[in-house]
C-alpha cells in the first residue's frame, strides 16, 4: 500500500480495518482466553472495553491517521506534539515485532492444520489422540519454525508487492466466505450433545469470576482484538479519504469483530463440553477441539481445510497490517524503498518468530519473568503496551488536540461546523477525555497493587 494512495472505496476501507481486527484474535485466542477466565465473565467485561473504550480508541487513532495523512512517528512530527507523545509512535513500533514474533507461530499451526485436515488428522478423533498429535506437532521445533517462516514469508511477499491490489481483493472474497462458514459451525455446534452447557458457560457471567487476572485480560483481549493502542489503524487511516465517516466505521468494525468472536465461542465451547476437554485448555484449545467438530460433519476433512485456510486468511490480513505499520515507519521516515524495508523486517521478525516457536519444545524451560518467550510477547503486548499506547491515545486526542480539529475530523463530512455535535462524537470525545484514561490507569494500577 503505497504512501500516496488512498482506499477507493467505503468497503476497501471497512474490509482493510476489519480484515486487520479480524484475525487468530478472535477465533483462537477469544476462546481459550474466555476458557481460562470464567467464560461469560470474561465475555461481559469483554464487550464493555470494547464498547466503552475500545470504539472511542479507534475512533482516536483515525483521526490522528487521517488528519496527519502519516505513519505513526511521522504524525507525532507533523502535529508538532512535545517529544514525550513520539512514545506512543515507539510503543508501537515494539508491539509490531512482539506481537508478529508468537502471532506468526499460530499462523504458522493453520498451514500445519491444512496440511493435518487434508491427510484426515491421521485418523485421529479422539480427544486424547488429538491432543497428543497437537503436542507432537508443537514440540518439534523444526516443524513448527519451517511452517512459521512460511507464514512469515508469504506475509512479507505480499506486503512488498503492494497490499491493496493483492490482498485487498482477496480478502474481500475471503472475509464474507469466513462469515459463512463460521455460521454454519455455529448451527452445527447447536445440535451437539454438551451444547446446552457450553452456551451457558459463555453467556451466563457468573459475577465472581470477574477478578484482576479476567479483567486485565479481558482489556488486553479488546485492544488485540481491534488492533487498537499501536497505530495500525493510524496507519490505515492516513490511507482514507476525507468521506470517510470515523465514528461510523469504528462501531462497524467493533461490531463485527465482536461477533466473529462471539460465534468462535459458539462454535467451541459446545464442542469443548461434548468431547470432554478442558475449556482452561490455553492457546492448544482451538487445535484440539475443532477437529474434533470436523469429524463429526460429512466430508468432514474438506469443511476443516476450508476452515484452516481461511483462518490463514484472516491471519494474513491481520499480520499484514501489524506489518505495514513498521514498513510505513521504515519507507516515510527512513526514506528505504518498500522492498529493502520489507527485508529487514522479514529477517528480524523471523528470528523473534523462530525463539517463540521453540517456546513449546526445546526452549520450554527458558523463561523470562517466569514466562516462555511466547507468553511474554502476547503478556506484554496486549496486557500492556497496547493498552499503555490506547491510553496514552487518548489522553493526547481529548486533551491535547486542538477541540476543533477532532470534531472536525469526528463528524460528518461536509457538517456545518457551527451545528450541534452530534450525541455520537460527544460521547466518543467524553470517553477519550475521561473514561479511557481513567480506566486504564486504575487497573494498571490494581495490577501493581
Ligand atoms: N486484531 C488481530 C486479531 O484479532 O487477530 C491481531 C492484531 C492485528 C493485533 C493488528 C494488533 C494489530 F495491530
Redesign the pocket.
Known amino acids: 500500500m503505497a504512501n500516496e494512495t488512498k482506499f477507493s472505496t467505503k468497503l476497501g476501507v471497512i474490509a482493510a480495518t476489519v480484515g ?7 477465533i483462537w ?1 477469544f476462546p481459550y482466553e474466555a476458557g481460562m477466565h470464567g467464560g461469560g465473565a470474561f465475555l461481559l467485561v469483554y464487550v464493555l472495553f470494547v464498547l466503552l473504550i475500545g470504539v472511542p480508541v479507534v475512533a482516536g487513532e483515525f483521526v490522528i491517521g487521517r488528519y496527519t495523512g502519516s505513519n505513526v512517528v511521522g504524525a507525532f512530527k507533523k502535529l508538532k506534539a512535545a517529544p514525550f507523545w513520539h512514545s506512543v509512535a515507539y510503543i508501537g513500533l515494539l ?2 515485532l512482539l ?1 508478529l514474533g508468537f ?1 506468526s507461530v499460530v499462523a504458522g499451526w493453520t498451514v500445519e492444520y491444512i496440511y493435518q485436515a487434508v491427510t484426515g488428522f491421521g485418523g485421529a478423533t479422539s480427544e486424547e489422540a488429538l491432543h497428543s498429535q497437537f503436542d507432537s506437532f508443537t514440540t518439534s521445533g523444526g516443524r513448527q519454525i519451517f511452517w512459521t517462516l512460511l507464514f512469515l514469508a508469504i506475509n512479507f511477499l505480499v506486503i512488498s508487492r503492494g497490499v491493496r491490489k493483492g490482498i485487498e481483493k482477496v480478502s474481500n472474497v475471503l472475509m464474507p466466505m469466513l462469515f459463512a462458514i463460521l455460521f454454519v459451525f455455529c448451527v452445527n455446534a447447536l445440535f451437539l450433545p454438551g451444547a446446552a452447557e457450553g452456551l451457558s458457560f459463555l453467556f451466563h457471567p457468573d459475577f465472581s469470576k470477574i477478578d484482576l487476572p479476567t479483567v486485565l485480560n479481558a482489556m488486553g483481549q479488546a485492544f ?5 493502542g ?1 497505530g ?1 489503524l493510524m496507519t490505515y487511516a492516513s490511507y482514507f479519504s476525507s468521506s470517510t465517516r470515523l465514528v461510523n466505521t469504528s462501531v462497524t468494525t467493533a461490531l463485527l ?1 465482536t461477533l466473529v468472536a462471539v460465534m468462535a465461542g459458539i462454535i467451541i465451547f459446545p464442542a469443548v463440553f461434548s468431547f470432554g476437554a478442558t475449556p482452561a485448555a490455553g492457546p492448544r484449545l482451538v487445535f484440539e477441539v475443532l477437529p474434533s467438530i470436523f469429524t463429526t460433519l460429512p466430508g468432514g476433512s474438506l469443511w476443516a481445510a476450508l476452515f484452516f485456510v481461511l483462518l490463514f486468511v ?2 494474513l490480513t ?2 499484514i ?2 506489518s505495514e ?1 513498521v514498513i510505513a515507519w521504515f519507507i516515510g521516515e527512513w526514506k528505504i524503498s518498500r522492498v529493502k524495508a520489507t527485508v529487514i523486517y522479514g529477517i528480524a521478525t523471523g528470528l523473534l518468530s523462530s525463539l517463540c516457536a521453540l517456546s513449546f519444545g526445546p526452549l520450554a524451560g527458558a523463561k523470562v519473568f517466569g514466562m516462555t518467550f511466547f507468553d511474554l510477547f502476547d503478556f506484554a503486548s496486549s496486557n500492556i503496551l ?1 493498552p499503555l499506547g490506547g491510553m496514552l491515545i487518548a489522553v493526547y486526542t481529548g486533551w491535547m488536540l486542538p477541540r476543533r480539529i477532532l470534531r472536525a475530523q469526528l463528524s460528518a463530512p461536509g457538517r456545518d461546523p457551527g451545528a450541534p455535535t452530534p450525541a455520537g462524537v460527544r460521547l466518543v470525545i467524553f470517553s477519550l477525555r475521561f473514561i479511557c484514561p481513567l480506566a486504564i490507569l486504575a487497573i494498571f494500577v490494581w495490577g501493581l497493587l
Open positions: 486487520s481486527a479480524v484475525g487468530l484474535g478472535n485466542r508491539s509490531s506481537i502471532y488485540f482484538s481491534l488492533s487498537v499501536m495500525v469483530d484472516a491471519a491481520s499480520t497490517s501489524l505499520v497496547l
